[in-house]
């Protein structure tokens, strides 16, 4: 057990958590990061980021880096590779329990981001590692001159799409509809990659595999006809649900789990703020999970002088 008490604990070390905590140590609050992996977030996975103000064209993984980096010059404890069993937010004195330890908190930022929907159909789970795979940074090398698809009609979808074709010889993206929800930007470099094919109309029924992915069986949305395309690689993009499960019970969610919150990033529990992809946001972006971090360090920040206030009174 960690002896002493934070005065915030950020659950989560993506680009929404980072921001919060340099935001915390501008303002002198002491806070530690926990999180179950290496801090960065899900867009170290990210081929390559366009739409972040002010730097081109950059990769996840370096944007990432920049983002630690920075914070590291502000001296706050991260607890990398720990993962949290259970938390108990309501308690004036927050409890965050890790196989390692546990931690004592005045306040808690939640950026705990949010993880792929999976398509949910035969096939899918027995072969993740087998042709089944939703990052196409980590696996995409794997599939030089083969032919993968994509699933799903967002920016994912397509970005990724086009990052494989550095790869694969053939890459469909399939998708349930005949219109996508993807940047026009990114629509328009998709319809001009020779390499990308277009499969509309189409929803996955089942992954055929033997030792490995084979095949992928479709139906089309319109006649219900199925058939069956060829691939070696499959990379489901059909959009993300919250990592909430630790909290479940204790914190207010919208209908689909994401955590509610006012636009100070305060949910229903004193001294409880979540940000990022985990929160019903209007846009999960990079840009957007900085921002809610910014605002989550100077809400909490003013928090915790009001209760030490408060007691001294
Ligand atoms: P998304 O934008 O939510 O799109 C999910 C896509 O999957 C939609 O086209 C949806 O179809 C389809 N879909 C959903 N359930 C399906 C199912 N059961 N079977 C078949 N298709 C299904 O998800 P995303 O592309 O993963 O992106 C997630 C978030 O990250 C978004 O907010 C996105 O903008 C953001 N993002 C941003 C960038 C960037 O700015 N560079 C890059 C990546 C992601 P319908 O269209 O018919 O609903």
């Known amino acids: 057990m960690q002896d002493k008490i934070f005065d915030c604990v950020i659950l989560g070390g993506g680009p929404a958590g980072l921001s919060a905590a340099l935001y915390l140590k501008r303002a002198n609050v002491g806070c530690a990061i926990v999180d179950k992996s ?6 170290v996975n ?3 980021i366009e739409n972040y103000l002010g730097l081109g064209k950059i990769s996840g993984f370096e944007l990432c880096e920049k983002f630690e980096g920075h914070v590291d010059n502000f001296d706050v404890q991260k607890f990398p590779f720990e993962e949290i069993e259970n938390v108990d937010l309501i308690s004036p004195i927050k409890k965050i329990k890790t196989k390692e330890s546990e931690f004592l ?3 808690v930022i939640i950026a ?7 398509l949910n159909i035969k096939g899918e789970n027995e072969n993740v590692g087998r042709g089944v795979s939703y990052c196409a940074v980590c696996d995409g090398a794997f599939y030089k001159d083969k032919t993968v698809c994509t699933v799903g009609g967002g920016n994912s979808a397509l970005e990724e799409a086009l990052y494989l074709t550095k790869f694969a010889k053939k890459v469909y993206i399939i998708h349930r509809r005949d219109k996508f929800r993807a940047d026009d930007i990114v629509q328009k470099r998709v319809l001009e990659n020779k390499k990308i094919e277009l499969l509309l109309n189409y929803i996955p029924l089942e992954i055929i595999a033997k030792d490995k992915v084979e095949k992928i069986k479709l139906q089309n949305t319109q006649t219900l006809k199925t058939i069956e395309y060829k691939v070696d690689g499959i990379f489901p993009y059909i959009g993300l649900e919250p990592n909430v499960e630790l909290f479940s019970g204790q914190i207010e969610e919208d209908k689909n789990g994401f955590i509610l919150t006012d636009s100070t990033m305060k ?4 001294g409880v703020y979540a940000i990022g992809d985990v929160r019903n946001t209007p846009l999960r972006q990079v840009i957007t999970a ?8 100077v809400e909490v920040s003013k928090y915790l002088m009001n209760i030490k206030e408060t007691v001294r009174n």
Do not use: H, M
């Open 38 to 43: 290496a801090l960065g977030g899900t867009p």
């Open 46 to 48: 990210y081929c390559e």
């Open 105 to 107: 908190a005045r306040t």
């Open 112 to 118: 705990t981001g949010a993880k792929p929907k999976k």
């Open 267 to 270: 949910t229903n529990i004193d």
């Open 290 to 297: 900085v921002s809610d971090g910014a605002v989550a360090g």
